[in-house]
């Protein structure tokens, strides 16, 4: 049974920093991108970083360019959310998914598998 379990949210101050990880389990994702989504309440899902098969290529949403830093261990069948000087734009549940191939994808009907997400809170 695959799973992908999300750890290393929190409640931050603003200008704080969170590490968030995801490990994957039931199977290797080493071939697959992954990516981080995030959801605020009332508002759909959106992306904020995605990155490629071999963490060669990244993408990140305007609204965290510079802030987030997106890295995958395929040793570990982990990805990992740096997220540096935080404000409250950033609060939402994060979710990270699997992608159904191994190049980069940006929307979220090109991912297959998600964790339950983890809560981000960060306070003004």
């Known amino acids: 049974q695959v799973q992908l379990v999300e750890s290393g949210g929190g409640l931050v101050q603003a200008g704080g920093s969170l590490r968030l990880s995801c490990a994957a389990s039931?199977?290797?994702?080493?071939?697959?991108?992954m990516a981080w989504f995030r959801q605020a309440p009332g508002k759909e899902r959106d992306l904020v970083a995605a990155i490629n098969w071999s963490g060669g290529a990244t993408f990140y949403a305007d609204s965290v360019k510079g802030r987030f830093t997106i890295s995958r261990d395929n040793a570990k069948n982990t990805v990992y959310l740096q997220m540096n000087s935080l404000d409250s734009e950033d609060t939402a549940v994060y979710y990270c998914a699997v992608a159904v191939g191994s190049g980069l994808k940006i929307t979220l009907s090109q991912y297959d598998y998600w964790g339950q997400g983890t809560q981000v809170t960060v306070s003004s």
């Open positions: 039931g199977r290797s994702f080493s071939t697959r991108a």
